[in-house]
């Protein structure tokens, strides 16, 4: 079975300054990881993806993430937050393909002026 | 660009009713899913959807729940007694290379 663990409920920062949300994964397979985010009262928009090409992703909007496979990690960064970034994050995990996704518990990224 | 569009976007019913929720997948996928989010809870998979039948579902899709695409554009889920717990953000998606598109939900309130 695929999970992922989103280490932090919520994360304060201020604009301009950098931006981290972690995220560890299980998978008993070469995973396929995304990052997807959610404004207040609207959808699920894709951040990012990682499908096994290369480990260092970029996204949208200044972020990108890691895949790290000695530490089942991929945390996502980005180097300057802005006010507009306030939303929350999730990290979303699948097998290949059209499997479903499995979510994570979500982080609450907070901007401060 | 093309878009997954979901009708209503708010939904209010009474225990015990029916509900049917309408999505409009990206026209040329061919994978479709819904998911539920109740309120403070993460994204869960409900169901997904090929070739007009079921691939897979979870335990939370019970037989209250059915799925159908009913013509060659919509893809639409039924709940057919709501009940309370149901309440919840139900996230159409659909399917494209490696890349689950999702529509902006409808959130349906049971009363």
């Known amino acids: 079975a695929q999970s992922v663990t989103q280490l932090d409920s919520h994360v304060s920062v201020s604009e301009g300054t950098p931006v981290l949300l972690r995220c560890n994964y299980s998978?008993?397979?070469?995973?396929?990881l995304f990052w997807y985010v959610q404004h207040p009262n609207k959808g699920l928009q894709l951040l990012l993806k990682y499908t096994s090409a290369a480990t260092l992703v970029k996204g949208i909007n200044g972020f990108e993430a890691e895949f790290k496979k000695s530490e089942t990690s991929f945390h996502l960064t980005k180097p300057s937050a802005h006010m507009s970034d306030a939303a929350e994050y999730f990290c979303?995990?699948?097998?290949?393909?059209?499997?479903?996704?499995?979510f994570g518990t979500g982080t609450r990224l907070l901007v401060s002026p | 660009e093309p878009e997954v569009t979901q009708t209503p976007s708010h939904q209010v019913t009474q225990m015990g009713q029916e509900v049917i929720l309408r999505c409009v997948p990206i026209s040329n996928h061919l994978y479709f899913y819904w998911y539920r989010q109740i309120l403070g809870q993460k994204v869960e998979f409900l169901v997904s959807f090929y070739n007009n039948e079921i691939s897979e579902k979870s335990e939370i899709f019970d037989d209250q729940f059915s799925v159908e695409r009913p013509d060659g554009s919509n893809f639409t889920l039924k709940i057919r007694s709501t009940k309370l717990e149901d309440s919840a953000m139900y996230f159409c998606a659909s399917l494209q290379g490696d890349t689950q598109y999702f529509g902006p939900g409808t959130r349906l309130t049971v009363l």
């Open positions: 979303v995990v699948s097998g290949t393909g059209f499997q479903k996704l499995v």
């Open positions: 998978s008993s397979y070469s995973p396929s």
